[in-house]
């Protein structure tokens, strides 16, 4: 039983970060209704921006994340307006292939950049463990979640408190009914996918610590984002936070008890199974066809 | 379209002369091994092109049947000798079923829900394919795959060439019937108006389904030509990059076309060739190669170019 | 005889219920209108007609089979053939290809048929053609074959719709709102365009708020209000029924001015 808690602890400490990486992509797609397939590279360089700044170049840790969670922000807003844009017109299969297209470029730009080799970042505390029963806690892994916690709260009260916030919430629900009362949904779509971005970039830097970063490590951060997402169902915030976790625990205990060489298949699983049994998402109750008169 | 009907003859026979003469004049093996690869992406553009190009359902796990088939056709040459002529119509056969299968099951959900799936099933496969050991021998990969023999006939470059610009025919040829049948009219129409097609009739959930068998089943057999090609198959023929390749193909020669795929195919595999220097960039130039033409050149290379000719001839509203 | 029965149709999504128990008869060749105030139910009703819904009760019969539920494509299959109320079309296809693709319900070439080219094909395909042609004859867009859909003036397009809809050899169409957005001239085409029609043999059921086109040419009246019948009749009839005038002036919007 002290096992299976062990996992458990490891589970939801991990899937708080998958919930942030998750909250991202399904705040993208819910408002502009797109895939993003650079998510995972978002995750990279967060990993990598935090492992030059601080690592390489010994900025204070706290503000290294800062730094980095504003640049991919403003990354994340670039490539919106400069790539994205244009294509508002055209089918989402243009715009899903233009993310494809930048990840391609992130995932290869990265590999010259910092090179092949996995490097790894420094914990950011002073690495101490201790017990609550038989179950052991670290306190790296302690900060990392709380840091999780932290960044999902801020998330949550800046889409439910603030003015840019309401109206990332009305185009969710309708576009034009949202652009009629004079929403700025450029606008709302350029801050949507920066932050996005930066809350992957944000999963990136809390987990570069715990485990090796290397380039291609996005594609792996994005199909766990995509079966978050799948789980909540796509577009669902709060779903994403729940899925993040459960892809944890899931991910956890299907290594412990099953087989430690599929753990990343988990995620893949919950996919395939909630796509063909569930696809409105584990949280959601069914959702209704639209009421037409 | 309408273009003089010999010159459309000629147009068509003799670039496949060319090629059919190709081996009579270039005896490098080095080439006819970069023109081999050209025609196994020839394929595999092709078929991923029946989905992006005619039915517009963008199906990111095509490596996924490309590695399947090559599997197959492998496991059944090492573990039971199957020579090729067994092995690639069962790789054939079995890709078109799973297509079947994942077909039925996700159609029901569409556009951004088939990407997930297509794109799980590729990593699903890498997985099974690198921990199942005493099948596939795992990350080692699997060797001894019998090279191709046909009447006492041990295959070589040559060969391989013929059989590979075969298939591509054959494929390119059943690509076009298709086209410009009810089969093809039906994929474009689920492309452009789903309630409209339904309307008149058109079933869009068999038809993608159907479409999308066609397309697994090219792919597996492409893959069973690799395995007995190169006769060694790994995990890595499931990497997302091989299908991000073949996508880059079909965007860039220009989806729904015929022709389109072809071009990209051949650019993409001779483009790394001359580029061997600069091979750390190649990925990242593929990737700013597919952001930019998605955003300048959207109906790509082909599709450009017969625009430009048709609009020479002055006949700026024809369809293409 | 009639070729469509409909019969204590319920169309409930969550708690509001969009048609209540509507029922009505379309003979064979007849032209019938559906009126009502906007929000009275009649998109809705057409829309389970023509199979995008699922009716939550009731029975709809067409040429003595029941339809109600089925996947909309196997009720285009069998005959009963819808357009939109807003435009729709193959928007990247021309509009000679357009027509050859809307004749789907007619063709029967399989796979391997049409992979070896079998003379049965190219008949097929030829059938196709002509008949696309003179569909585009009818419509007076001949000169117009090899254009995009997406490049027509709005009325050739609407047009364009009902020809889309011709070309799969319906037995009965639903016309959703013809008119919208056509000018006087354009509707008095059109009305002789469906005149042609049932000339041919095409029963027409149609939602329109053109109300010269619908007293012109309807054999026969269905008035909606609030998702129910409140009256059925001849044109004359429902012109002086005090329920249809009463809904019509109680409702905040007015349609005739549409």
Redesign the interface.
């Known amino acids: 039983m002290t096992v299976f808690f062990q996992y458990l602890v490891n589970g939801i400490v991990i899937g708080g970060t998958y919930s942030l990486i998750g909250m991202g992509m399904t705040l993208i797609f819910g408002i502009m209704r797109i895939v993003n397939f650079a998510h995972g590279e978002f995750y990279m360089l967060g990993a990598y921006f935090l492992y030059t700044l601080w690592a390489i170049l010994g900025l204070n840790p706290v503000l290294s994340m800062l730094f980095t969670f504003v640049l991919i922000l403003f990354l994340g807003i670039g490539f919106e307006q400069l790539f994205l844009r244009p294509l508002r017109k055209e089918s989402s299969t243009s715009s899903m292939l233009m993310t494809i297209g930048f990840l391609i470029v992130l995932q290869n730009a990265a590999l010259l950049i910092w090179g092949g080799a996995t490097q790894t970042v420094p914990t950011l505390v002073d690495l101490k463990t201790f017990s609550i029963g038989d179950v052991v806690f670290s306190t790296d892994r302690i900060l990392v979640f709380l840091i999780s916690l932290t960044i999902i709260i801020f998330t949550s009260l800046f889409i439910g408190r603030t003015k840019t916030g309401r109206s990332m919430r009305a185009t969710f629900q309708d576009m034009e009914a949202a652009e009629v009362v004079g929403v700025n949904i450029e606008r709302v779509y350029s801050i949507t996918f920066g932050f996005g971005a930066a809350l992957a970039a944000a999963g990136g830097f809390l987990l570069a610590p715990l485990f090796v970063i290397s380039p291609t490590m996005g594609a792996l951060a994005t199909s766990k984002a995509f079966a978050v997402v799948t789980a909540g169902g796509l577009g669902n915030v709060r779903g994403a936070i729940l899925g993040g976790l459960l892809l944890g625990v899931v991910e956890s205990l299907g290594a412990g008890y099953i087989a430690s060489g599929y753990k990343d298949a988990f995620g893949y699983l919950i996919i395939i199974l909630v796509i063909l049994f569930k696809p409105e998402g584990l949280m959601s109750r069914k959702r209704k066809k639209g009421v037409h008169a | 379209m309408k273009m003089n009907k010999t010159t459309t003859k000629l147009l068509q026979t003799i670039p496949v002369l060319i090629l059919l003469a190709v081996p009579v004049v270039v005896t490098n093996n080095y080439v006819l091994n970069v023109l081999i690869m050209a025609g196994i992406w020839t394929l595999l553009a092709s078929s991923l092109n029946i989905m992006?190009g005619l039915v517009?359902q963008?199906s990111?796990g095509h490596a996924a049947f490309y590695g399947i088939g090559a599997y197959i056709s492998g496991l059944l040459s090492v573990r039971l000798g199957i020579p090729i002529w067994l092995g690639m119509p069962a790789a054939g056969l079995a890709t078109t079923f799973l297509g079947y299968l994942i077909g039925k099951?996700?159609f029901?959900?569409r556009?951004?829900?088939f990407?997930?799936?297509t794109?799980?099933?590729g990593?699903?496969m890498r997985?099974?394919t690198?921990?199942w050991m005493s099948l596939t021998n795992g990350p080692l990969g699997l060797q001894g795959i019998s090279p191709v023999k046909l009447f006492g006939v041990n295959f070589t470059y040559k060969h391989y060439y013929y059989f590979i610009l075969l298939l591509v025919l054959l494929v390119s040829y059943?690509i076009w019937?298709?086209k410009n049948?009810?089969?093809g009219?039906?994929f474009?129409?689920m492309n452009?108006?789903e309630?409209?097609?339904?309307?008149?009739?058109?079933?869009?959930e068999r038809f993608l389904v159907?479409a999308f068998m066609i397309s697994t089943c090219i792919a597996g057999i492409a893959g069973s030509f690799y395995a007995h090609y190169v006769t060694f198959i790994s995990p890595d023929l499931f990497l997302?990059?091989n299908t991000?390749t073949i996508?880059v193909m079909v965007?860039v020669g220009g989806k729904g076309t015929v022709l389109g795929p072809i071009v990209g195919a051949i650019i993409f595999t001779l483009l790394p060739e001359w580029l061997r220097a600069i091979d750390?960039?190649r990925?990242?130039i593929?990737?700013?190669i597919?952001?930019f033409s998605?955003?300048f050149m959207?109906r790509g290379i082909v599709p450009s170019f017969a625009r430009i000719i048709k609009k020479k001839r002055g006949?700026l509203?024809?369809?293409s | 005889m009639s070729i469509l029965k409909v019969e204590g149709v319920v169309q409930r999504f969550g708690g509001l219920v969009a048609v209540n128990n509507v029922g009505f008869n379309v003979g064979q060749n007849e032209i019938v209108s559906i009126i009502g105030p906007n929000g009275a139910g009649k998109t809705t009703l057409f829309n389970v007609i023509a199979g995008t819904y699922k009716p939550s009760e009731g029975s709809i019969i067409f040429k003595g089979k029941e339809i109600a539920g089925l996947p909309a494509a196997t009720i285009a299959k069998q005959g009963l053939v819808r357009t939109f109320q807003i435009t729709s079309l193959f928007s990247n296809v021309s509009v000679l290809e357009s027509l050859k693709i809307a004749q789907h319900r007619t063709l029967e070439s399989n796979l391997f048929n049409v992979l070896i080219n079998a003379p049965s094909v190219r008949a097929e395909e030829q059938v196709a053609e002509k008949r696309a042609y003179e569909i585009l004859a009818l419509l007076k867009l001949e000169n117009k074959a090899n254009h995009l859909s997406d490049s027509l003036p709005y009325g050739e397009q609407r047009l364009l719709e009902i020809g889309i809809a011709l070309a799969a050899k319906p037995d009965m169409l639903l016309l959703d709102e013809p008119a919208a957005g056509l000018n006087e001239t354009e509707t008095i085409e059109l009305m002789g365009l469906i005149a042609l029609l049932r000339d041919e043999g095409i029963t027409i059921l149609l939602v329109e708020h053109d109300m010269n086109l619908v007293m012109s040419i309807s054999d026969r009246i269905l008035v909606l209000a609030n998702g129910t019948k409140i009256a059925e009749g001849l044109p004359s009839e429902i012109q002086t029924n005090p329920d249809v005038i009463e809904a019509y002036l109680g409702g905040d919007i007015m349609d005739f001015s549409e």
């Open positions: 992006i517009g963008l990111m099951l996700t029901r959900v556009g951004s829900a990407v997930l799936v794109l799980g099933l990593e699903v997985l099974v690198n921990n059943i019937r298709i049948s009810r089969f009219r039906a474009i129409a452009e108006n309630p409209l097609a339904n309307a008149v009739a058109i079933h869009s159907l997302l990059s991000v996508v965007i750390n960039y990925m990242l593929y990737g700013l597919l952001m998605i955003l959207k006949a509203h024809e369809y």
